[in-house]
């Protein structure tokens, strides 16, 4: 039976709506805003208390602003442009390095610096934050601080060899080419980050850092209409289209040498996110809307790793998605992480929005009522970090890499693609 859009819209946006406003929106604010110091606090256990980690990372700080600035832009209160310009404040006075340009990665909650070395994963979302805050606040001492550090990445972090970015730099943007990254250093929780939990060579190029600098330089450069981030936006969504995917296995793959070489040896790397693919999909559609570039071109590709993550990586029984597996098998890391259910909810209505294929309003349908079950903590708010195969919640309400990001700008997202289907 075929699915009718306007009724997808009638059945979810009502429920979608509840979530983003008492469950998110309700637990993040004000309880995450500093008022004494600026920024926000983003160490919450699973009962909702503070769990006793009150340094800032830059990761989570820029994401938060840039969500504050996003919901503010949404109608969801003027309170949260007062979040969006306390967060911009502590960015901009506490954690930008003055002397060299860029942001620095941890200070305390005070601002002191805790580590001073700049990655272009920490940066993009800084760019991001900026940018969404600049749309929401009309203040140009943001655009002036969006372009400051866009034109700091074309001066120090592009690479005009090889393309893309160099990643990983001392304070003073000399690149680092020994030893770990900051990306090896993640607060412990019931798992890594976003990734496998295996060294990096500083040298690495990831798909995960040029997909978020493409997530950034999409919202720049609708925010300033820049000429070079164009240019840049173009060869990212080349990238993220093309460079990283594995056309014989119809998935992409995260670890690159310098000249963009796949790195397959390692087994830690001969893996597929599920996450990260769906992911893409949806934000290389965003930047193709920006670049006025036809979905058409990529609607092959899309439909290919969609293909992949949903042989490999879905779980028919429940819905939901699981968080990674090696090449052709099915998903070893069994847990469903709250932010891969976040991007998949998103991706799997731009598919149907652009295909019209019902499959994937059935994964969205399927994925949200698994979300709704299992993530979401109506009790204490905001929703659990993971979800165990026995349909257990672990984790944390928030972490250094765990804000109101990946489900708050998921449920933004899918209000406004069901409010286009049902006004289509």
Known sequence: MSRDPATLAEAYLPRLRENLRETVIDFWYPRAVDTEHGGFLTSYDAEGE???NDRKMIVTQARMVWFSARLYRAGYGD???????RGFDFLTGEMRDDDHGGYYWEVERDGEVVKPNKHMYGQSFVLYGLAEYYRASDDEAAREAAVELF???????YDHEHGGYVEY?????TPITEGGTYLDNIEPDWSPKEDVDAELDPTTKLMNTHLHLMEALTTFYEATGHDRAGKRLSELLTINTNTVVR??????????APDWQPLLDDENYRIVSYGHDVENVWLTMDAADALDTSLNYYRDL???LWDYSLEYGYDDDHGGFYFYGPFDEPATSRIKAWWVQAEALTSALRMYELTGDDRYADV?????????????????????????EDLEPVGRKGAMYKGAYHNGRALIECIEALERLQDA
């Open 169 to 173: 730099f001392e304070p003073d943007w």
């Open 302 to 304: 899309y439909e290919t």
């Open 151 to 157: 034109e700091r990445f074309e001066a120090e972090a």
């Open 364 to 388: 969205f349908a399927e994925t949200y009522e698994f979300v709704d079950e299992y993530h979401v903590d109506r009790e204490v708010g905001e929703w659990h970090s993971g979800v165990t």
């Open 79 to 85: 309170e949260l442009l007062d979040a969006a310009e």
């Open 50 to 52: 503070f769990a006793g």
């Open 247 to 256: 056309k014989g296995l119809g998935a992409c793959t995260d670890k690159y």
